[in-house]
């Protein structure tokens, strides 16, 4: 059974509009028994795994806008549902599986993995871009599958617990500077990383970054940290090899 190519446009606010047009669209794929969207543009310097949290899907928006920057910066982006149709009928009843982080966290490196296996995306250096309680899986993951770098949106580091110590990849924590409970954790978060890891604050956005200008400063941050790291761990992964 073939799954529909999916088209999204997305306009930022320096006016600069990213479309997935006049690349490949990003097309839908199967990841064991799990959806996802892969989008890979001409010549990809590396592939980004979305890990989603709190409830949310591969059709979240502000995770579409930001895959779709960073296509357009020339990274290939793969937006995974990290539970099946069932589970998010039970979790919408009890929420308890979105903080099931030991699952999401295995089903983000089985991902990571079928990226290593994708004829597209097998030897391009893995990022990892986590929202919420995403991002605690995103980093439980990188602690035990070698990634070039993790990006955390608005996310609950703290909830990844004694992976923390683990993680080797750089790491960036983004939160909005009125997001003041989330600011709080993510600062503890930070403390008991042993890698190289930066927290930007984007003053004057809350939890969702609805504000204008805050979720394109996040889709940038997010480029430059990928664009910079997954090169370099690329090219040490090569040498290695």
């Known amino acids: 059974m073939g799954y529909p190519r999916v088209r999204a446009t997305t306009r930022f606010g320096d006016g600069r509009a990213v479309n997935s047009l006049g690349m490949e669209d990003p097309v839908a794929v199967r990841v064991g028994n799990l959806a996802g969207d892969l989008g890979v543009p001409p010549d990809p310097v590396g592939v980004v795994v979305f890990a989603h949290g709190s409830g949310s899907s591969r059709h979240s928006g502000r995770n579409r806008a930001v895959a779709a920057y960073l296509r357009g910066q020339g990274l290939a982006t793969l937006l995974l549902d990290l539970l099946t149709p069932d589970e998010e009928r039970v979790d919408v009843r009890t929420g308890h599986l979105r903080f099931n ?22 030897k391009l250096p893995v ?14 993951a990188a602690a035990g599958v070698p990634v070039g770098a993790v990006v955390s949106r608005g996310g609950r580091p703290d909830l990844a617990h004694g992976a923390l110590r683990r993680v080797r990849a750089p790491t960036l924590l983004i939160v909005g500077g009125r997001d003041h409970q989330v600011l709080d954790l993510n600062r503890a978060a930070a403390g008991q990383l042993t890698c190289e890891w930066a927290l930007e604050v984007v003053d004057g956005a809350t939890h969702l970054f609805e504000e204008p200008g805050a979720l394109d400063r996040v889709a940038r941050l997010a480029a430059d940290w990928f664009g910079k790291h997954l090169e370099s761990y690329g090219t040490r992964t090569r040498v290695a090899e």
Do not use: N, Q, Y
Not at 104 to 115: E, F, K, S, T, Y
Not at 131 to 139: E, V
């Open 101 to 122: 982080i030991g699952l999401l966290a295995g089903r983000v490196a089985d991902a990571i993995r079928w990226c290593g296996d994708r004829p597209e995306t097998a």
């Open 127 to 140: 990022g990892l871009f986590g929202a919420s309680t995403g991002a605690a899986a995103a980093l439980v």
